[in-house]
């Protein structure tokens, strides 16, 4: 390793940017309910594609994630949400 390399690594990881760390949208505030009745609030944590959005992304806690989860899913039984998108 050059010289000039060692010194492109150490400027590199001084260059670190700080993420900003996303909050639980249900723990912030307390009045939002999860329900499978409402396909407004669910329509937020679905892809184009149908697919539910991961935690990482949406920057739910675990246990709202769940409950999430298994909204979407009661949704999608009885017909409140589609499975996939409507094709052309």
């Given amino acids: 390793m050059s010289r000039v390399d060692r010194m492109k690594n150490t400027v590199n990881k001084k260059r670190r940017t700080y993420i900003k760390r996303k909050v639980c949208r249900f723990c912030v505030d307390k009045t939002l309910e999860i329900d499978y009745k409402s396909p ?3 329509r ?4 184009e594609r149908g697919k539910i959005i991961p935690r990482r992304i949406s920057g739910n806690c675990a246990k ?3 409950e999430i989860t298994t909204a ?3 949704a999608r039984n009885i017909a409140i949400l589609s499975f996939t998108t409507v094709m052309k």
């Fill in 64 to 66: 709202h994630q769940r």
């Fill in 44 to 47: 937020h944590f679905i892809t």
């Fill in 72 to 74: 979407i899913k009661r």
């Fill in 40 to 42: 407004r609030i669910l």
